[in-house]
T-cell receptor
Framework: KNEVEQSPQNLTAQEGEFITINCSYS?????LHWLQQHPGGGIVSLFM???GKKKHGRLIATINIQEKHSSLHITASHPRDSAVYIC??????????FGTGTRLQVFP | DGGITQSPKYLFRKEGQNVTLSCEQN?????MYWYRQDPGQGLRLIYY???????QKGDIAEGYSVSREKKESFPLTVTSAQKNPTAFYLC???????????FGPGTRLTVT
């Protein structure tokens, strides 16, 4: 079993829909990261959080430390949100442990 | 503009040849990382460096080597000992391990 599990693996949506991507992890962590990877391959860090909730524009990330679960929400989705969203956790070490990603396609 | 550059974007090599992938950052970050990405798998850590002239093996270091002679540069050499080198390679940097990582655009290496 992977230490970081994401669901769903693939997600399609119509423009304007509310989207939720989930991440569960099985290790103790110091922080959780949400990353976005566009088709060209480059990765952008969206959020780094260790508790509660963070919001940036139409993106919201939440984390429940007790349940070892995080969600990434996208409100009013747009075709430009189409990408792979990756959850990663950092234990109290130098390393990140990555999930395999959720591929999101938003159609106009 | 601060950021991380990786070159080249695409690289083709014959089996048995060593190849070096470039990673440069002008963010003044102390920590730098090399990851490998294969289809259907999460990113895997090859090597990382928290400070100049020091680096540690990650989870899949066999067949790879690195150097960290300058703060801004962390080149990765894929040696002929790496049994399956064809992959997408990403370099990242951060202020230190407690901060978010910034990623370069990646190098797609194909070895035939």
């Amino acid at each position: 079993k992977n230490e970081v599990e994401q669901s769903p693996q693939n997600l399609t949506a119509q423009e304007g829909e509310f989207i939720t991507i989930n991440c569960s992890y099985s290790v103790g962590i110091s922080a959780l990261h949400w990353l976005q990877q566009h088709p060209g391959g480059g990765i952008v860090s969206l959020f780094m959080l260790s508790s509660g909730k963070k919001k940036h524009g139409r993106l919201i990330a939440t984390i429940n430390i007790q349940e070892k679960h995080s969600s990434l929400h996208i409100t009013a989705s747009h075709p430009r949100d189409s990408a792979v969203y990756i959850c990663a956790v950092s234990e109290d070490t130098d390393k990140l442990i990555f999930g395999t990603g959720t591929r999101l396609q938003v159609f106009p | 503009d601060g950021g991380i550059t990786q070159s080249p974007k695409y690289l083709f090599r014959k089996e048995g040849q060593n190849v070096t992938l470039s990673c440069e950052q002008n963010l003044n970050h102390d920590a730098m990382y090399w990851y490998r990405q294969d289809p259907g798998q999460g990113l895997r850590l090859i090597y990382y460096s928290q400070i100049v002239n020091d680096f540690q093996k990650g989870d899949i270091a066999e067949g790879y080597s690195v150097s960290r002679e300058k703060k801004e540069s962390f080149p990765l050499t894929v040696t002929s000992a790496q049994k399956n080198p064809t992959a997408f390679y990403l370099c990242a940097s951060s202020r230190d391990r407690f901060y978010e990582q910034y990623f370069g655009p990646g190098t797609r290496l194909t070895v035939t």
